[in-house]
């Protein structure tokens, strides 16, 4: 797993992250849309915690990424 990881380069995991975390655009990003929901307690339907992980998902990779290249 740490083979795959090591391959995966910046210049592509970085603007993914950003792109994933940010989409759609308009008119509120879903990841912040989740998390705001995440924040009020009103996140409890599968459909959003699936869409706020999935979005999500290329950030988590990048930190594991950036951790592991600091070790």
Known sequence: M????DKISYRVIIPLAILMFLAPFRPMPHALEKLNMLLNGTLSRPIDIFD?????IPAFILLLKGIRSFR
């Open 52 to 56: 706020l992980f999935f979005h999500l």
């Open 2 to 5: 740490w083979s795959l990881l």
